[in-house]
């Protein structure tokens, strides 16, 4: 079972810049999706970014172009580069590792998921 620790978490003004990190005990590559949640009080968690079971990135609508989601297999360390930063972005930021699975020819992301503690993202205006 991988294990998650996010880091970066700051306060920081509107239209500033964060970069979040997320170490994992042991090996990501090629063995899990790995994704960024978020999720403000009373609220849903949401996806944010994502490397998927064939290393394709998407993101959520509302982070399209301003965020970027990255990874450095050596280290095992997935990041999530924030700019633009609005003050609805505030919440707890948490990274996912989702073990991949072979399924014929392809693969595909578990539906089980592995969660880190969170990191708090707070944007003033």
């Known amino acids: 079972q991988v294990q998650l620790m996010e880091s970066g978490g700051a306060a920081v003004q509107a239209g500033g810049s964060l970069r979040l990190s997320c170490a994992a005990s042991?090996?990501?590559?090629?063995?899990?999706?790995m994704s960024w949640f978020r999720q403000e009080p009373g609220e849903e968690r949401e996806r944010v970014a994502s490397?998927?079971?064939?290393?394709?990135?998407t993101y959520a609508y509302f982070v399209e172009g301003r965020f970027a989601i990255s990874k450095d297999n050596a280290k095992n360390t997935l990041y999530l580069q924030m700019n633009s930063l609005k003050p609805e972005d505030t919440g707890v930021y948490y990274c996912?590792?989702?073990?991949?699975?072979?399924?014929?020819?392809?693969?595909?992301?578990?539906?089980?998921?592995?969660w880190g503690q969170g990191t708090q993202v707070t944007v003033s205006s």
């Open positions: 490397f998927d079971s064939d290393g394709e990135i």
């Open positions: 996912a590792a989702q073990p991949i699975l072979p399924i014929g020819p392809t693969t595909y992301c578990s539906g089980q998921k592995y």
């Open positions: 042991h090996n990501i590559d090629g063995r899990y999706c």
